[in-house]
Nanobody
Framework: QVQLVESGGGSVLPGGSLTLSCTAS????????IGWYRRAPGKEREGIAA??????????YYAESVKGRFTISRHSAKNTVYLQMSRLLPEDTAVYFC??????????????????WGQGIQVTVSS
């Protein structure tokens, strides 16, 4: 069983930065592809970033809405995957989730099939 926990959310001014963390206990995240997703009020869930397993760390995915502003990365020693968010916009306001799967293509293309999800964390961008 993979239990994921997000942290690092909160409120920030437009143009500001936040870094979200996705950690797990009892399992190495290096073996899993990790995706970050968000759900804004009244909108469907959006996949925004993903990183392949540590053996294929060159594989990353970004949605157009966050490309150039968000960066996904791993810290194997801390068993953590980060989502560094910069130049935040009010439309980035959402509940952010991380999810894990053995397959990178599933994380990117068919997240509805992913079994392991975090509980979500709120990010609010507002002046």
């Amino acid at each position: 069983q993979v239990q994921l926990v997000e942290s690092g959310g909160g409120s920030v001014l437009p143009g500001g930065s936040l870094t979200l963390s996705c950690t797990a206990s009892g399992v190495s995240l290096d073996a899993y592809a990790i995706g970050w997703y968000r759900r804004a009020p009244g909108k469907e869930r959006e996949g925004i970033a993903a990183i392949s397993t540590s053996t294929n760390e060159g594989d990353k995915y970004y949605a157009e809405s966050v490309k150039g502003r968000f960066t996904i990365s791993r810290h194997s020693a801390k068993n953590t995957v980060y989502l560094q968010m910069s130049r935040l916009l009010p439309e980035d306001t959402a509940v952010y989730f991380c999810a894990a799967d053995l397959r990178f293509d599933k994380v990117v293309v068919t997240p509805q099939l992913i079994q392991y999800w975090g509980q979500g964390i709120q990010v609010t961008v507002s002046s």
